[in-house]
Each structure stands twice: as structure tokens, then as C-alpha cells.
């Protein structure tokens, strides 16, 4: 009878797999960062140059949408490739011969893509200001939504990672997705834009409240709505990262 294997802490699994992920992106993180900081880019220059005169609400959709792009670039498709690779390349065979649970995996995962993804978060910010010539009145609720809005956007990458029959075509659903999401809803143009359906169709999207968020906490005013985006923010995290953990193949073989 085999012995039973005591697991580390999960604070000390958290920080080795979180870590051992680091590693892995050591060389190429500065790709990382710059693909997920130059699309949003052009995208609030093409934008922004089109709705120069459309007002101050306008450019604030065009803002907080490219941020949110930003964040599904460098959160839901690195994640959707990451764990597609995992699958198809034996990692998590070799993952499960280690003592640690498939929840710290899966967080440190998340950890490591959030941290990588900062950096064009912040260039995104800085730019789509000086660009789009729009004030800054940051809410310290920020420190809360910004990870609030990343959190279901790994939890969809995951999951397409974990259900794609290759990493092509998670990529290219994650691709897919994220193109949806953002022109789908009141994200990158103003809902009094936009014809009713989208809006109905936006509301099942998480990028509809993470846009939200963003702009009530960095252009204000906070409203009522906050509650309800972060609400749902929650919601599409807890609902995503358990279909995640029920699918992910651990140690099952």
C-alpha cells in the first residue's frame, strides 16, 4: 500500500508554482506585455481619431473597452494557451507526480499572467490619457475591480484551455471570444449607440462590467451600478473556475 503523501501548505505551493511559472515566461514576457499593450493602442488611436468631437462619455468608452481589451489579451488568451499547452504537452502529467493541489496550480497560474499583464495595463492608461485627452479621477476602489475584472477573464481562458481538442484551436476561440465580447456590448462604444439585442446580448458578458468598473472607478462618478458589476464580476469568476476545477484532468489516469 502505497504511503500517503502529505501536501505543503497551500501559501507554500502558492509561491513554488507561482514561481515555476514565472520561470517559464522568463524569456519571453516581454513579448507578452508588448502584444497585449500595442493592439489596445492602435485600437484607442483608430478609435479615438473617429470620435475626436463625440464627447468626453464617448472617449471614456474608448478607454476603459481598450483596458479591458488589454486585460483579455494578456489574462484570457495567455491563459487559454497555457493551460491548452498543459493538456497537449504532458505538463500536467508531470504537475500531478508533485505534491500540490490542482486549486494552487490553477491560481498561481492565474497569479503569474495577472502580474505579466500589468505592465501594458498601465502603459494602455497612461497612453489613452495623453491621447484621448481625458482627466483622470481614480477611486481607491480601483485596487479592488482590477482584479475583479481579471479574474473571469482567466477563469473563460482556462476553460477553453481545458476543453479545446488542440491548442489551435484555443487560440483561435479565445481570439474568437475576445472580439466578441468587446463589440458585443457596451464596451467600446456607448449604449445609447448601440442597438437593443447587443445590449441584451452584453449583459451575459463579463467585459460589459469590467468596462463598467473601470470607468466609474477612474473617470467616477461611483454609482449604484458598481455593485451590481462587481457582483457579477464575482459570479462569472466563481461560475468559470468551477467548471475549470471539474474539468481539469488531475491525477485521474
Known amino acids: 500500500m502505497p504511503a500517503k503523501r502529505n501536501l505543503p501548505s497551500l501559501p507554500v505551493q502558492l509561491l513554488d508554482l507561482f514561481l515555476m511559472e514565472l520561470t517559464n515566461w522568463r524569456w519571453s514576457w516581454r513579448t507578452i506585455a508588448l502584444t497585449s499593450a500595442i493592439t489596445p493602442m492602435l485600437s484607442t488611436i483608430a478609435l479615438g481619431s473617429f470620435a475626436q468631437d463625440s464627447g468626453q462619455e464617448t472617449l471614456g468608452y474608448i478607454l476603459t473597452g481598450n483596458l479591458v481589451m488589454a486585460l483579455m489579451f494578456g489574462n484570457q488568451d495567455n491563459m487559454a494557451s497555457r493551460f491548452a499547452y498543459m493538456r497537449f504537452a504532458g505538463t500536467l502529467e508531470y504537475y500531478a507526480t508533485l505534491p500540490i493541489s490542482r486549486v ?20 494602455n492608461i497612461i497612453f489613452g490619457v495623453f491621447f484621448l485627452k481625458i482627466p483622470l479621477i481614480v477611486h481607491p476602489m480601483i485596487l479592488l475591480v482590477i482584479p475583479l475584472c481579471v479574474l473571469p477573464m482567466a477563469g473563460l481562458g482556462a476553460l477553453i484551455g481545458v ?22 456590448g457596451p464596451v467600446l462604444i456607448p449604449a445609447n449607440r448601440l442597438p437593443s439585442f447587443l445590449l441584451s446580448v452584453g449583459k451575459l458578458s463579463p467585459a460589459t462590467y469590467a468596462a463598467s468598473a473601470l470607468r466609474q472607478s477612474l473617470l467616477s462618478p461611483l454609482t449604484g451600478q458598481m455593485l451590481i458589476d462587481l457582483a457579477a464580476l464575482l459570479g462569472f469568476t466563481l461560475l468559470t473556475f468551477w467548471f475549470v476545477g471539474r474539468k481539469l484532468d488531475w491525477r485521474q489516469r
Open 163 to 184: 476543453n479545446a481538442r488542440t491548442p489551435q484551436e484555443s487560440d483561435s476561440f479565445s481570439l474568437l471570444l475576445t472580439m466578441g465580447m468587446l463589440f458585443l
Open 104 to 123: 494552487a496550480l490553477i491560481i498561481a497560474c492565474v497569479l503569474a499572467f495577472f502580474l505579466l499583464s500589468l505592465p501594458s495595463l498601465l502603459v
